[in-house]
């Protein structure tokens, strides 16, 4: 990867729908070009996906969390993570290192919805506690530095 692969990952990450020959013009490459290099980023990996980055506010999830999860040490054959992907409201889960075992992005849309996905998530096997904190406000979102 060169100076080049770094320009086009950042302008990509500020709109992934460019289009290429408006990349293209931006990088001072030929529209071939650029695409050659994208379609590399993508094969080697370096660009997983093109995604729609969706405010929850605007769909009536008002409240996001992060839990914190204890868990069991010996969870037997069925991993506590092929519980926790079912559950919609949870956006993303972490495998941590220190007091907690995971940590959980929740969104809900009001006190009640979060209270039953905070059962649901208190129900699964093999959990002992969490902590849950609750998110004023975001002041930064990046998915890559």
Do not use: C, W
Not at 39 to 58: E, P, Y
């Amino acid at each position: 990867m060169d100076n080049v692969d770094i320009e086009i990952l950042n302008e990509l990450r500020h709109n992934a729908r460019i289009p290429n020959k408006k990349l293209a013009e931006k990088i001072h490459l030929s529209p071939s070009a650029v695409l050659e290099r994208v379609r590399k980023l993508q094969k080697n990996g370096v660009i997983k996906d093109f995604v729609t980055r969706i405010d929850n506010r605007a769909l009536g999830y008002n409240i996001s969390v992060f839990i914190e999860l204890k868990i069991e040490r010996n969870l037997g054959q069925t991993p506590i993570s092929k519980y926790l992907v079912r559950i919609p409201e949870i956006l993303e889960v972490y495998d941590i290192a220190g007091d907690y075992d995971y940590l959980l992005k929740v969104v809900a849309a009001d006190s009640e919805s979060l209270r039953k996905t905070m059962h649901a998530i208190g129900s699964i096997p093999g959990v002992i506690s969490s902590n849950t904190k609750l998110i004023l406000s975001n002041f930064k979102s990046e998915s890559t530095p």
